[in-house]
């Protein structure tokens, strides 16, 4: 292999055996961030595209809103924390429309019974080929490798998430999964898993992908989505998407599964209508998604496409606790547009990985500790710099340094911090009692 091959090679974060985004708990993000900064290849794809996303972001308000922007992150702001504070009106209002609408409606406490939710259903209805749009929850839930558990073949449908799985690999950005690889590194998994001649062109690589995928759509009975708002008046799922794929997911397949948080609701498509301003120029600095899809419930008489079955698997999975700490309740009001990680300075040098979880950079350094548990992630809330750019980026203005902070007096509070930590601010502490020791202190 040739100093130019090995400058393209992606870089391996994980030590042999390891998962990605699931490790041996507790985590220690260092020696994954000492690894990732090493990279000038990694740090060359996840600065140059979260730089172009965070600059197409400013422009894309700055054009439209200008001054209103902040407005406009205020009212976003509201209308998920008037939804959180009436969580439980909603989500009934939910379910009654939906069922009403004909979709059948899942309550799932954990990961794990969602999943099960989710194989029963495939099994009840012989299910053998499911197709797949991005979907972080069901990143969370560990929900592909269980349907590969069970013989259900599934397949991911979003560009960036097919090469991931072709490639044995996870995502690393929550809009842009596959933003620390380069197209060397996807031009060498395509020659070595879908048999085709090397090629490093962008538009002849998509091609591959796009044949080889539309041959699934026509093979599958199963179609699996995430959604990015469910709307209470009308048990609507909303979808944004900009390659169809999470089109044909809905509309190929016999049977729709959509797996949802229970932070995804909003009153309205009058408040829907916000969010999805917000959504897609904080994400990719575009006005709308290429394709905003909208299912309420299974395809009628008329239709002449559409799922026979469609069920919507509301899925906790921690979200309860958090939105019972009202100290904490801020981070569920996120929209997973990804601002805050294009910002981050801290993102841009070490990227997904070294976070260690299925949400990373700012808002996944909140939601993983809370999710997972502090004592197993404690290191992730002193993974930023407090600059308060991810603050700024952010389209519902959550405060996230100001969690983080609280979030890092929650670690020591319960003890998880180490033995020299503890000696070296316990000696600080004591050289500010005494002037001569913290006079000594500055002048050393």
Same mark, same amino acid.
């Given at each position: 292999?040739?100093?130019?091959?090995?400058?393209?090679?992606?870089?391996?974060?994980?030590?042999?055996?390891?998962? #990605?985004?699931? =490790?041996?708990?507790?985590?220690?993000?260092?020696?994954?961030?000492?690894?990732?900064?090493?990279?000038?290849?990694?740090?060359?794809?996840?600065?140059?595209?979260?730089?172009?996303?965070?600059?197409?972001?400013?422009?894309?308000?700055?054009?439209?809103?200008g001054d209103r922007y902040d407005n406009l992150r205020d009212l976003g702001g509201r209308i998920k924390q008037h939804t959180l504070a009436h969580l439980d009106h909603y989500l009934e209002r939910?379910?009654?429309?939906?069922?009403?609408?004909?979709?059948?409606?899942? /309550?799932?406490?954990?990961?794990?019974?969602?999943?099960?939710?989710?194989?029963?259903?495939?099994?009840?209805?012989?299910?053998?080929?499911?197709?797949?749009?991005?979907?972080?929850?069901?990143?969370?839930?560990?929900?592909? =490798?269980?349907?590969?558990?069970?013989?259900?073949?599934?397949?991911?449908?979003?560009?960036?998430?097919?090469?991931?799985? #072709?490639?044995?690999?996870? =995502?690393?950005?929550?809009?842009t999964p596959m933003i620390h690889k380069n197209r060397q590194a996807v031009a060498r998994a395509?020659?070595?898993?879908?048999?085709?001649?090397?090629?490093?062109?962008?538009?002849?690589?998509?091609?591959?992908?796009?044949?080889?995928?539309?041959?699934?759509?026509?093979?599958?009975?199963?179609?699996?989505? !995430?959604?990015?708002?469910?709307?209470?008046?009308?048990?609507?799922?909303? +979808?944004?998407?900009?390659?169809?794929?999470?089109?044909?997911?809905?509309?190929?397949?016999?049977?729709?599964?959509?797996?949802?948080?229970?932070?995804?609701?909003?009153?309205?498509?009058?408040?829907?209508?916000?969010?999805?301003?917000?959504?897609?120029?904080?994400?990719? !600095?575009?006005?709308?998604? #290429?394709?905003?899809?909208?299912?309420?419930?299974?395809?009628?008489?008329?239709?002449?496409?559409?799922?026979?079955?469609?069920?919507? #698997?509301?899925?906790?999975?921690?979200?309860?606790?958090?939105?019972?700490?009202?100290?904490?309740? =801020?981070?569920?009001?996120? +929209?997973?547009?990804?601002?805050?990680?294009?910002?981050?300075?801290?993102?841009?040098?070490?990227?997904?990985?070294? /976070?260690?979880?299925?949400?990373? $950079?700012? +808002?996944?350094?909140?939601?993983?500790?809370?999710?997972?548990?502090?004592?197993?992630?404690?290191?992730?809330?002193?993974?930023?710099?407090?600059?308060?750019?991810?603050?700024?980026?952010?389209?519902?203005?959550?405060?996230?340094?100001?969690?983080?902070?609280?979030?890092?007096?929650?670690?020591?509070?319960?003890?998880?911090? $180490?033995?020299?930590?503890?000696?070296?601010?316990?000696?600080?502490?004591?050289?500010?009692?005494?002037?001569?020791?913290?006079?000594?202190? !500055?002048?050393?």
């Amino acid at each position: 292999m040739t100093t130019t091959d090995k400058q393209h090679e992606p870089v391996t974060l994980t030590r042999k055996g390891e998962s #990605i985004l699931f =490790p041996d708990l507790p985590y220690d993000m260092h020696a994954r961030s000492e690894r990732a900064v090493t990279s000038a290849a990694l740090i060359e794809s996840v600065e140059t595209a979260t730089f172009a996303k965070h600059e197409h972001r400013k422009k894309a308000f700055a054009e439209v809103f200008g001054d209103r922007y902040d407005n406009l992150r205020d009212l976003g702001g509201r209308i998920k924390q008037h939804t959180l504070a009436h969580l439980d009106h909603y989500l009934e209002r939910f379910i009654d429309n939906a069922e009403a609408a004909g979709a059948q409606v899942h /309550y799932a406490n954990d990961a794990e019974q969602a999943n099960a939710i989710c194989v029963d259903i495939a099994r009840r209805e012989k299910l053998t080929a499911c197709v797949k749009s991005k979907s972080m929850l069901t990143e969370e839930t560990h929900l592909l =490798p269980t349907l590969e558990a069970v013989g259900i073949e599934t397949l991911e449908t979003d560009l960036g998430e097919f090469i991931l799985q #072709i490639d044995h690999d996870a =995502p690393s950005h929550i809009v842009t999964p596959m933003i620390h690889k380069n197209r060397q590194a996807v031009a060498r998994a395509f020659v070595r898993e879908l048999d085709v001649a090397y090629t490093e062109d962008p538009e002849q690589l998509t091609m591959i992908a796009r044949r080889y995928l539309r041959s699934k759509y026509r093979d599958a009975d199963l179609g699996i989505t !995430g959604a990015n708002f469910l709307v209470a008046d009308t048990g609507s799922l909303v +979808i944004c998407a900009n390659e169809g794929n999470a089109t044909f997911c809905t509309t190929a397949p016999r049977v729709h599964v959509a797996f949802v948080g229970i932070e995804k609701l909003v009153p309205s498509f009058e408040h829907a209508a916000v969010l999805l301003k917000l959504l897609a120029r904080s994400s990719t !600095g575009q006005p709308l998604t #290429i394709y905003t899809d909208i299912v309420t419930g299974p395809k009628r008489a008329a239709d002449t496409d559409g799922p026979e079955q469609v069920h919507i #698997i509301l899925v906790d999975n921690g979200r309860s606790d958090i939105l019972a700490d009202a100290e904490m309740r =801020p981070t569920l009001q996120c +929209i997973r547009c990804g601002a805050c990680l294009n910002a981050c300075p801290v993102y841009r040098k070490v990227s997904g990985h070294s /976070y260690g979880a299925v949400y990373s $950079g700012p +808002i996944g350094a909140l939601v993983t500790p809370l999710f997972k548990g502090l004592g197993n992630y404690k290191h992730l809330p002193y993974a930023s710099s407090l600059c308060g750019a991810c603050y700024e980026a952010c389209p519902v203005k959550i405060d996230i340094p100001r969690l983080l902070v609280a979030l890092r007096r929650k670690v020591t509070e319960c003890g998880h911090v $180490g033995r020299l930590e503890k000696m070296v601010f316990a000696a600080y502490a004591a050289s500010l009692k005494r002037r001569w020791s913290y006079e000594l202190g !500055g002048w050393l």
